[in-house]
């Protein structure tokens, strides 16, 4: 599957913005979809994810209550709602894919197809 993300920009502190990782080929519904950041210097870290199967979702600590992962599986995207977003948000936000991934997986390496990546910077 090849991923195509977008949505990043430019936001104030407190402010929101809503990412799409728009994916090709027939068999979308039987990924499970994620979203990780990476910000300049520091490692590639999990955010959310959702299953291929009933769409169960799971988030990192850090954006529980503020950032929301959901599919659409006619429209082959994955989308992450981000509210309330901090400076310590900012990072470049990579969607990824697996086929059949067992629901919980939230290291970079369950998930063998990467998006481009879009910048998120949050200003102060």
């Known amino acids: 599957v090849q991923l195509q993300a977008s949505g990043g920009g430019l936001v104030q502190t407190g402010g929101s913005l809503r990412l799409s990782c728009a994916a090709s080929?027939?068999?979308?519904?039987?990924?499970?979809m994620g979203w990780f950041r990476q910000a300049p210097g520091k490692e590639r870290e999990f955010v959310a994810a959702?299953?291929?199967?009933?769409?169960?979702?799971h988030y990192a600590d850090f954006v529980k209550g503020r950032f929301t992962i959901s599919r659409d599986n006619a429209k082959n995207t994955v989308y992450l709602q981000m509210n309330s977003l901090k400076p310590e948000d900012t990072a470049v936000y990579y969607c990824?894919?697996?086929?059949?991934?067992?629901?919980?997986?939230?290291?970079?390496?369950?998930?063998?197809?990467w998006g481009q990546g879009t910048l998120v910077t949050v200003s102060s």
């Open positions: 959702i299953s291929w199967s009933v769409g169960n979702t």
């Open positions: 990824a894919a697996e086929r059949f991934a067992r629901y919980g997986s939230r290291s970079p390496t369950d998930f063998g197809s």
């Open positions: 080929g027939r068999t979308f519904s039987s990924y499970s």
